[in-house]
């Protein structure tokens, strides 16, 4: 158990839907990250927030957007669905703000578009 | 074009045979992690390696650092079942970097 909870485990949804996927970091921690992975493009990144604050980007469509709260949990709004995102959506966390120490991950929230 | 490129992509071998899987790039890093991550679940932190030519092992697992801190390899030994896994490797162009992910190598280990 990494200590990073994520939330719904599976979501199955349609086209031109919208959903928000839920990550509580570890106790402690500051950075929540956002990754997507997929079958043929592997782990990517997308977002990173550090204490609230937006501190990285990386390849996240603007269909996507993301939020980390005063309680440090965070949020992945996916909308306009379409059926390439379908997708494993990890959430992972540190201490500190930086990308280069261990990154302890959730369990991941698996999307199914239709 | 991936940053990093992990090989083989997919190996299945017998239990007591011994493998590499190898991490490749042409940009060199500052440092560089393996994970391995099992079916239903994130990624785990098995090493980080951060000095050329530097050898860590993790009992059947060794992980070597190129001398170039531009590769790296994964050696087990005596694999085993419980082994099975998708192995990432994931690196640091620069301190404080975010890190870049291979798209990995899934093994499976047959009884």
């Known amino acids: 158990d990494s200590g990073v909870t994520q939330t719904p485990k599976h979501l199955i949804t349609a086209t031109g839907q919208r959903v928000t996927l839920r990550c509580s970091p570890r106790?402690?921690?500051?950075?929540v990250y956002w990754y997507q992975q997929s079958l043929d493009q592997g782990l990517q990144f997308l977002i990173q927030?550090?204490?609230?604050?937006?501190?990285a980007k990386g390849n996240i469509l603007e269909r996507f957007s993301a939020q980390q709260f005063p309680d440090l949990h965070s949020e992945l709004n996916l909308s306009s669905l379409e059926l390439g995102d379908s997708a494993l959506y990890f959430c992972a966390s540190t201490k500190r703000g930086a990308h280069t120490g261990e990154l302890f991950f959730g369990e991941g929230s698996r999307l199914t578009v239709l | 074009t991936q940053l990093l490129e992990q090989s083989p992509q997919f190996l299945s071998i017998q239990e007591g045979e011994n493998l590499t899987v190898y991490c490749n790039s042409s940009?060199?890093?500052?440092?560089l992690q393996w994970y391995r991550q099992e079916p239903g679940e994130g990624p785990v932190l098995l090493v980080t390696?951060?000095?050329?030519?530097e050898v860590k092992k993790l009992k059947r697992l060794t992980f070597q650092f190129g001398d170039a801190r531009k590769d790296s390899s994964l050696h087990i030994t005596a694999a085993q079942p419980g082994d099975t896994g998708l192995y990432l490797c994931a690196g640091a162009q620069t301190s404080g970097s975010r890190l870049t992910f291979g798209e990995g190598t899934q093994l499976t280990v047959n009884p």
């Open positions: 390696v951060v000095t050329g030519g």
């Open positions: 940009s060199v890093f500052s440092s």
């Open positions: 106790s402690g921690d500051l950075s």
């Open positions: 927030y550090y204490n609230g604050e937006e501190r």
